[in-house]
């Protein structure tokens, strides 16, 4: 089965940046969508962002114009650059990869913003 692995998440000031990757085991990009959600304490998991295979991107509307969701396919690797975090962005984030029925997901990476 196909492996995927987040990485990147941290302790971050308000305000500040981070990168998160996600890496997949397997050349499954040409024909998925891939996607990060997050889930913070006490609150249900919400979708923050997808791209296609096609390189059409979604954004939720608490994160729009902050974040940005891409791909490399050489490296079989999906990226979300984080930019002017704010607390509520507080979570743990996960990866998830969609093609033709089925859901591959990571274990998650936590992200803290706090002063």
């Known amino acids: 089965q196909v492996q995927v692995v987040e990485s990147g998440g ?8 981070l ?3 996600c890496a997949a085991s397997a050349s499954i990009f ?3 969508t891939m996607g990060w959600y997050r889930q913070a304490p006490g ?7 997808t791209i296609t295979s096609g390189g059409i991107t979604n954004y939720a509307f ?6 940005t969701i891409s791909r490399d396919n ?3 690797t999906v990226y979300l650059q984080m930019n002017s975090l704010k607390p509520e962005d507080t979570a743990i984030y ?3 990869i969609y093609n033709v029925g089925v859901n591959y ?3 998650g990476t936590q992200v803290t913003v706090s002063s």
Do not use: H, I
């Open 30 to 32: 040409t024909m998925n």
């Open 19 to 21: 990168r998160l990757s």
């Open 43 to 49: 609150k249900q998991r919400e979708l923050v962002a």
């Open 10 to 17: 941290g302790l971050v000031q308000p305000g500040g940046s």
């Open 94 to 96: 996960y990866c998830n």
């Open 74 to 76: 050489v490296k079989n």
């Open 62 to 67: 608490s994160v729009k114009g902050r974040f």
């Open 105 to 107: 997901w990571g274990r």
